[in-house]
């Protein structure tokens, strides 16, 4: 249905003075039109001489018929006069509506900016605005502001979060009242109903214990333990991955309030885990869904307490080293008068260890001059378990045209060219996890968007017969096409397709 605009007052009054002008100018084409004929009459009788009376006046009519003409002149001239006045006002008049129409588009623009300075996302441009193109852009700037908005806040509820879930887990010395405060500070803070802590039984690894319950603002006061493996919490701490579950099975779980008991709308189970380490689960339930955000910042929080509990149990177990190494002590006091006897033997080993020190400081320097020599031959790089640079060699900045502060702390990934199979590094990762060497030729990116070959060889380095950090060394091959035909005959011997282009 078409939306009819009446005329404003300014309308109107524009309307008016627009007939007035029109009608002005008729009467002054009048006017003129009978000021002419008057003219006329007046300069005929003047240059005949005669006198200013009616006879001389119709004689003149008689004799000379351009008068009759000129008696048209006033009718001529009013009907000129009107349509040169219509025209003009038609004109002004389009031209005033035409500035009343774009100030309304400009006061329209004007509400929506400010709807949105105002922080009102959900007004819309007016439909009255005429340019449609704009105010679809007006419109999409403004989910863009929203959607910021939304991030913006997002990111400061979880640095919040972080923040006093931090402070929490610095406030305790012991973890047994810091797992009642845990669990009620998730809960609240997430705004679930109920919450739970489970962790693992140090005397049973194949038990759950639940260490702490809270729900509606309150500590519930329950015990019992869960297998490894049973339900969806042993199963969440035997994968060491976060369950989410919306739809939730009956009876699996009851959250009570004083209109009755009902089940939840939500659960998200996640494993207490730090390092890989899992040691316990926390769970919790709500009516409401909880957003990606929320579970991120729950799994974040868990791997923080997961480190709390690691360290209490660590210390817990030097403690328990300290007792043992005090009455060690206690022995080693007993022997002390057997050791003042072997004095001399000690000196003598001394004398001996100085010797050996004197060949470790000529080996040391025979290897400082090895690792010299591999600087310069070998493009060399260390990473932690997850594949993170922790180190490169000069010859690696080189040959790769990055600097050390653009590759460290930064994943392999970020050389690795897109002509690489990915079934090739996962060949390679299962490899070093293993303990075991990886050795093949890998097509790498440069900086500027080039190429480099290397010969690679991958060791893991262990400590305590665990692996803590994997070595690179790889040799660059200048030889394009002899890369290329090594790396064909590495993939045909490890079953992967090739999508390489050789060169000729």
């Not at 039984?201 to 729900?215: D, H, I, M, V």
């Not at 040391?364 to 378990?385: G, P, Q, Y």
């Amino acid at each position: 249905m078409e939306k009819h605009e009446y005329p404003s007052f300014k309308d109107k009054f524009l309307m008016v003075k627009s007939n007035s002008f029109k009608y002005s100018l008729a009467y002054l084409g009048c006017f003129l039109g009978f000021s002419l004929i008057a003219i006329a009459i007046v300069v005929d009788i003047v240059i005949s001489k005669a006198s200013f009376n009616l006879q001389n006046i119709a004689r003149l009519y008689e004799t000379n018929p351009v008068h009759w003409i000129i008696l048209t002149s006033p009718f001529f001239l009013t009907a000129l006069f009107f349509i040169m006045g219509k025209m003009i006002t038609e004109r002004e008049l389009r031209i005033d509506q035409q500035l009343e129409k774009e100030k309304r588009q400009l006061t329209l623009l004007e509400q929506f900016i400010n709807a949105l300075e105002n922080e009102r996302f959900d007004t819309s441009v007016s439909s009255s605005f005429d340019n449609k193109k704009l105010a679809g852009q007006l419109e999409s700037f403004r989910d863009k502001l929203y959607e910021g908005k939304i991030t913006e806040e997002r990111r400061l509820w979880e640095n919040q979060g972080l923040a006093s879930f931090g402070d929490l887990l610095r406030r305790f010395n012991g973890t047994e009242k810091l797992e009642d405060e845990v669990i009620r500070f998730l809960v609240k803070y997430l705004s679930c109903n109920q919450g739970s802590l489970f962790l693992l039984n140090e005397n049973n690894s194949e038990l759950l214990q639940l260490k702490a319950c809270y729900a509606f603002d309150k500590k519930k006061y329950v015990s019992g333990c869960i297998a490894v493996g049973q339900g969806q919490v042993g199963q969440c701490f035997l994968e060491g991955e976060t369950i989410y579950l919306l739809d939730v099975p009956q009876n699996y779980i009851k959250i009570t309030s004083g209109l009755g008991t009902a089940n939840p709308n939500c659960i998200v189970i996640v494993p207490v885990k730090y390092n890989e380490q899992v040691t316990g689960v926390i769970e919790v339930a709500s009516f409401t869904k909880l957003d990606n955000n929320q579970v991120k910042f729950l799994e974040k929080c868990a791997e923080a307490f997961a480190s709390v509990i690691q360290s209490a149990r660590m210390n817990q177990n030097v403690k328990q080293l300290l007792n043992e190494s005090q009455q060690q002590t206690e022995e080693l006091r007993s022997q002390e008068e057997e050791m003042r006897q072997n004095m001399e033997e000690l000196q003598a080993t001394q004398e001996q260890i100085s010797r050996q020190m004197e060949e470790n400081n000529q080996v040391k320097l025979l290897l400082e001059a090895r690792e010299r020599v591999l600087a310069l031959t070998t493009i060399l790089s260390e990473s932690d378990l997850y594949g993170t640079i922790t180190y490169i060699n000069p010859k690696f900045t080189e040959v790769s045209q990055y600097r050390p502060e653009e590759l460290i702390g930064k994943g392999h990934n970020k050389v690795r060219h897109p002509d690489m199979p990915k079934e090739l590094f996962k060949i390679m990762w299962s490899r070093i996890k293993k303990g075991e060497i990886f050795r093949g030729v890998v097509k790498n990116r440069k900086k500027d968007g080039g190429h480099y070959w290397v010969d690679a060889v991958i060791v893991p380095v262990f400590q305590d017969g665990k692996i803590i950090k994997y070595i690179g060394a790889r040799y660059h091959i200048i030889d394009d096409m002899l890369a290329e035909k090594l790396y064909e005959k590495q993939l045909i011997a490890l079953g992967i397709e090739s999508n390489l282009i050789l060169q000729d």
